[in-house]
T-cell receptor, first 113, second 113 residues
Framework: DTAVSQTPKYLVTQMGNDKSIKCEQN?????MYWYKQDSKKFLKIMFS???????INETVPNRFSPKSPDKAHLNLHINSLELGDSAVYFC????????????FGPGTRLTVT | AQSVTQLGSHVSVSEGALVLLRCNYS??????LFWYVQYPNQGLQLLLK??????LVKGINGFEAEFKKSETSFHLTKPSAHMSDAAEYFC???????????FGAGTTVTVRA
């Protein structure tokens, strides 16, 4: 059973389009995250949600809009895609903040042409 | 605020040799420290973590790390490298009430036969 799953795994699209990435966790965790990994493999937090409530929005352009319909799901919608949005996006979940391990999904590789 | 610095973006070792990956952290609060591994085209997997207590932490796949507060370090070691250890390794830090992991830039490990 996959703990944290993401769909799609690959996403190729043109500039200006709108796309969504879905994330689901079956671990019963309260906290979910979106991270962006750039071409140099640097990982940076984008959003954190706790019990469906937005906790962290790390200076992400407002073209990115996360949505958490319930504690097990955290989706990421991106409007007006730009070349610079090309990256791997990872969803993660944990029991809470602080010392708890974060479990990562397999990633979604987004390529904007 | 917390941050980590990983010294050495690439480490090349011979099979059977010691693996040493360096991580120094900066934190205004007691840190929780993590090492994650990322195999090609996969998500991140936790190797080990330090929260409180014993400063020598053992993880999966024969890895261990030592928390040294005086040196603000959390270096990762493995006595004998295996070909399967070739991957990207990330050190990360968070704090008690923090809802995000702050990652280092990563270290790519290659293992020579």
């Amino acid at each position: 059973d996959t703990a944290v799953s993401q769909t799609p795994k690959y996403l190729v699209t043109q500039m200006g389009n709108d796309k969504s990435i879905k994330c689901e966790q079956n671990l019963g965790h309260d906290t979910m995250y979106w991270y962006k990994q750039d071409s140099k493999k640097f990982l940076k937090i984008m959003f954190s949600y706790n019990n469906k409530e937005l906790i962290i929005n790390e200076t992400v352009p407002n073209r990115f809009s996360p949505k958490s319909p319930d504690k097990a799901h955290l989706n990421l919608h991106i409007n007006s895609l730009e070349l610079g949005d090309s990256a791997v996006y990872f969803c993660a979940s944990s029991l809470g903040q602080g010392p708890y391990e974060q479990y990562f999904g397999p990633g979604t590789r987004l390529t904007v042409t | 605020a917390q941050s980590v610095t990983q010294l050495g973006s690439h480490v090349s070792v011979s099979e059977g040799a010691l693996v040493l990956l360096r991580c120094n952290y900066s934190s205004s609060v007691p840190p929780y420290l993590f090492w994650y591994v990322q195999y090609p085209n996969q998500g991140l997997q936790l190797l080990l973590k330090y929260t409180t207590g014993a400063t020598l932490v053992k993880g999966i796949n024969g890895f261990e790390a030592e928390f040294k507060k005086s040196e603000t370090s959390f270096h990762l070691t493995k006595p004998s490298a295996h070909m399967s250890d070739a991957a990207e390794y990330f050190c990360a830090v968070t704090g008690e009430n923090d809802y995000k992991l702050s990652f280092g830039a990563g270290t790519t490990v290659t293992v020579r036969a």
